[in-house]
C-alpha cells in the first residue's frame, strides 16, 4: 500500500447517475488465455482497464503472444503465432498477483509440453485449494511437480481425454478442464461441473475457436478433442458482479443508478433479492440497429424508492443461485433494512471477516459457524464463521476502513458513501483488480471523494 493508495471519503449524499460496465472480468480474464490454443488471431471487445486484464496480458506476451489494442475503445487483438517457453523467473514476477496463471496450464502443455505456474494471488477469501485442478491435470495424463517457487508440469505421453466429478462445481476446476479437454485426445465427460454464465460464454469462445462441447443437463459437459483451433472473435457478456455492486451502491445511500451494459438474464437472482428488500429497478433491453432505426444500449436503472428497506433471509450458491461475490455490496444496504437479515455464505468458507469494519461503522451483525437459514453446507461441520446476521436499521458513521479483498472493498467502499461525515479508505487500489475507473464513475454519481 503507497501513501497515495487512500481515498477520502465525504459520506451521506445519494448517488445519482449513470455508469457503463463492460465485459465480464471472469471470463475476460479466461477468453484471453484461451487464445493461447489458437493458430490464428483472436479478437475481444469490451475488455474492461482493470488490473487483472493486464496480469493476464502480461503472462501472454511473456509466452510469445502478441497483444495489442484494436480500434475500437476496449478491443485486443491476441495474436499466438509466436508462442514460446518463459523462465520460472520471468513468470514470477507475476506470483501472487492473480488466480487466473493456474488457467495457463492445459493451454501451455498443449502448445509447449510444458508449464509452470507461479504462486497464485487473488482475493483472501480463505484457503482457496487447487486440489480439484491438480487432479484433473493429472487424469488428462500431465505430471504435476509442485516446487517452493511454483507448479511445474510436463504431459511426456500428451493428454488425453477422460471422466471426472468435480466434488464441488468449480468455476476454475471446470474453466481448467474445458481449457486442457478442448485439445486433449478423445473424448472428456466431465460431471458436477459449474454452469456459471461466464463458463457458458467461454463455452462459446471455445466453439468459437472449433471446439465440441456439449453442455447436458444436471451439471454434464462432454468436451470432443480436436486436433487445432483457430482464432475468435467475441463479444462477453457484461459485468453482473459490477453492475450489482453499483445496484447496491444505490440502495445503500438512498440513490439511483442506471447501470448501461447491465441485462438482467443473468442477473435474475439478484434482482429478486433486490426487489424482496425493497429497491426498485427498471431493465431496458438492448435493441441492435435496424433499418431507419439506430437501436438501444441494453441498460438497468436501480434506484431506492423511499420508505424503508425490509430484512430478508438468503444464501450464496452456485449459479443459479445467489453469486457470493453480490453478497458483500448487498449486506451495506441489509444494514438499513429493518428487522434481522440472515446471509448463509456456502461458497468460501471465510467471506465474511469484512463485517467487522462495518460494525465499527455502527451495523450491527453477528457472524455464526452454524448453516443458518437454509440447508446445511459444507462449511456447517467446519467451525467456520459463514453465516451473518444483520441487525436493521443502523446509522452508519465514517471510520477508517483498511480494504481486505476485492468485493469487501467496494462493500467499505459502499458503506463509506452511505454513512454520516468523512471516511478514510485504505488500500482503494486493490479495487482496481476488478473495477474500471471507479473513482471517475463515483465523481459521475455524484459522490464527494478524492485521494488521500
Ligand atoms: N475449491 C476447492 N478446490 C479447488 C477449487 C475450488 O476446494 O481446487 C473450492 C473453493 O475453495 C471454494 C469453492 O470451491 O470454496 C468455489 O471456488 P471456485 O473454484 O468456484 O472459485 P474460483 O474459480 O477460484 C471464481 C471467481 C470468483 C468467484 C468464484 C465463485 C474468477 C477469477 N474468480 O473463483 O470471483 O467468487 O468463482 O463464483 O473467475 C471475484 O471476482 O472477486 C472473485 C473472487
Known amino acids: 500500500m503507497t501513501v497515495n493508495d487512500v481515498l477520502t471519503v465525504h459520506g451521506g449524499t445519494p448517488l445519482h447517475g449513470r455508469i457503463r460496465v463492460r465485459?465480464?472480468?471472469?471470463?475476460?480474464?479466461?477468453?484471453?488465455?484461451?487464445?493461447?490454443?489458437?493458430?490464428?488471431?483472436?479478437?475481444l471487445y469490451d475488455v474492461p482497464r482493470?488490473?487483472?486484464?493486464?496480469?493476464?496480458?502480461?503472462?501472454?506476451?511473456?509466452?510469445?503472444?502478441?497483444?495489442?489494442?484494436?480500434?475500437?475503445?476496449?478491443?485486443?487483438?491476441?495474436?499466438?503465432?509466436?508462442?514460446?517457453?518463459?523462465?520460472?523467473?520471468?513468470?514470477?514476477?507475476h506470483a501472487g498477483s492473480s488466480r487466473i496463471p493456474i488457467l495457463f496450464c492445459g493451454p501451455l502443455l498443449h502448445r509447449l509440453g510444458h508449464a509452470f505456474i507461479p504462486d497464485l494471488g487473488g482475493c483472501h477469501i480463505g484457503p482457496r485449494p487447487i486440489d480439484f485442478h491438480i487432479q484433473a491435470l493429472r487424469q488428462f495424463g500431465a505430471l504435476v511437480d509442485k516446487a517452493p517457487e511454483g507448479m511445474h508440469l510436463t504431459a511426456p505421453n500428451g493428454l488425453h481425454g477422460t471422466k471426472l466429478e468435480l466434488p464441488y462445481p468449480s468455476v476454475g476446476a471446470t474453466e481448467q478442464v474445458l481449457l486442457t479437454?478442448?485439445?486433449?485426445?478423445?473424448?472428456?465427460?466431465l460431471r458436477n461441473a459449474a454452469v456459471e454464465p461466464e463458463i457458458i460464454d467461454?463455452?462459446?469462445?471455445?466453439?468459437?475457436?472449433?471446439?465440441?462441447?456439449?453442455?447436458?443437463?444436471?451439471?454434464?459437459?462432454?468436451?470432443?478433442?480436436?486436433?487445432?483451433?483457430?482464432g475468435y472473435t467475441h463479444r462477453p457478456i457484461p459485468d453482473r458482479i459490477e453492475a450489482a455492486s453499483w445496484a447496491a451502491a444505490a440502495l445503500a445511500t438512498g440513490g439511483d443508478i442506471e447501470v448501461l451494459g447491465a441485462e438482467q438474464v443473468d442477473m435474475m437472482t439478484f434482482l429478486n433479492v433486490f426487489r424482496s428488500v425493497g429497491g426498485a429497478y427498471e431493465v431496458t433491453d438492448m435493441r441492435p440497429p435496424r433499418a431507419g432505426s439506430p437501436g438501444q444500449e441494453g441498460k438497468i436503472r436501480f434506484w431506492h424508492p423511499g420508505g424503508e428497506l425490509k430484512a430478508v433471509a438468503l444464501e450464496t450458491d452456485v449459479h443459479p443461485g445467489f453469486m457470493t461475490d453480490w453478497q458483500q455490496p448487498l449486506v451495506v444496504a441489509l444494514t438499513q433494512a429493518r428487522g434481522l437479515s440472515i446471509v448463509h455464505e456456502t461458497v468460501y468458507e471465510q467471506r465474511l471477516g469484512y463485517t467487522e469494519a462495518l460494525n465499527s461503522m455502527g451495523a450491527t451483525i453477528q457472524v455464526y459457524r452454524d448453516c443458518l437459514g437454509g440447508t446445511p453446507c459444507r462449511f456447517g461441520r467446519r467451525d467456520f464463521k459463514h453465516s451473518a446476521v444483520i441487525a436493521g436499521p443502523s446509522k452508519l458513521?465514517?471510520?477508517?476502513?483498511?480494504?481486505?479483498?476485492?468485493?469487501?472493498?467496494?462493500?467499505?467502499?459502499?458503506?463509506?458513501?452511505?454513512?454520516?461525515?468523512?471516511?478514510?479508505v485504505y488500500g482503494v487500489d486493490l479495487i482496481n483488480r476488478g473495477y474500471e475507473d471507479f473513482e471517475a464513475k463515483l465523481a459521475a454519481l455524484g459522490a464527494h471523494a478524492e485521494r488521500a
Do not use: W, Y
Not at 465485459?23 to 493458430?39: H, Q, R, T, Y
Not at 475500437?72 to 523462465?87: I, Q, Y
Not at 479437454?181 to 465427460?189: C, S
Open 50 to 93: 482493470i488490473r487483472d486484464v493486464e496480469v493476464v496480458r502480461g503472462l501472454l506476451e511473456l509466452h510469445g503472444v502478441r497483444v495489442s489494442d484494436g480500434a475500437e475503445d476496449g478491443e485486443l487483438v491476441l495474436d499466438p503465432a509466436n508462442v514460446a517457453s518463459a523462465t520460472s523467473d520471468e513468470i514470477n514476477v
Open 397 to 424: 458513521h465514517a471510520a477508517d476502513l483498511v480494504i481486505p479483498d476485492l468485493r469487501a472493498g467496494f462493500s467499505h467502499l459502499i458503506a463509506a458513501l452511505a454513512a454520516e461525515g468523512t471516511s478514510r
Open 181 to 189: 479437454a478442448v485439445m486433449a485426445e478423445g473424448v472428456t465427460e
Open 202 to 230: 467461454l463455452i462459446c469462445v471455445l466453439q468459437k475457436m472449433g471446439a465440441i462441447i456439449k453442455v447436458h443437463t444436471d451439471r454434464v459437459i462432454e468436451i470432443q478433442g480436436v486436433p487445432r483451433l483457430g
Open 23 to 43: 465485459g465480464a472480468k471472469n471470463l475476460i480474464s479466461k477468453a484471453m488465455v484461451a487464445a493461447l490454443l489458437g493458430d490464428a488471431p483472436s479478437r
